[in-house]
């Protein structure tokens, strides 16, 4: 099965995360849009607007599948090889995913002052 992975190009840690994800997957699960590919995202009906809540993970198969923000990084983890039962795990502790949502949203807002912003977008 195949998905999109929508990550901000601009982004230091987006881009190096969609790096070492292309590199850990080989290229065999997951394919990269930048957000700032309005022609890309437009074919999924997603405009720059509906990228503000992070990244998306979309279904190949079933566009209308899809996750963003910290569900989507739950997702591709748990897509992983030995990604299920750590995100099981994660899931069962009591706070975790209230607190990984919250963190997600804290590192999102806060990218470009934390990790650093790329004057132009960056394919990888």
């Known amino acids: 099965m195949k998905y999109y992975v929508v990550?901000?190009?601009?982004?230091?840690?987006?881009t190096t995360f969609a790096k070492l994800l292309k590199q850990f997957d080989r290229e065999a699960m997951f394919d990269y849009i930048?957000?700032?590919?309005?022609?890309?995202?437009a074919k999924f009906g997603?405009?720059?607007?509906g990228c503000e809540a992070g990244m998306i993970l979309i279904n190949a198969e079933q566009?209308?599948?899809r996750w963003q923000g910290s569900d989507a990084a739950e997702e591709i983890a748990r897509l992983l090889?030995?990604?299920e039962p750590f995100i099981a795990a994660y899931r069962a502790i009591p706070g975790m995913k209230w607190l990984g949502d919250r963190s997600y949203e804290q590192i999102?807002?806060?990218?470009?002052?934390w990790f650093g912003e790329r004057?132009?977008?960056?394919p990888i």
Request: charged share 30%.
């Open 7 to 14: 990550y901000d190009s601009k982004c230091n840690l987006c």
């Open 81 to 83: 090889p030995l990604g």
């Open 46 to 49: 997603i405009t720059p607007t």
């Open 34 to 41: 930048p957000m700032q590919d309005e022609s890309a995202l």
């Open 119 to 122: 004057k132009e977008s960056e």
């Open 108 to 113: 999102r807002d806060n990218r470009y002052q």
């Open 63 to 65: 566009p209308n599948k």
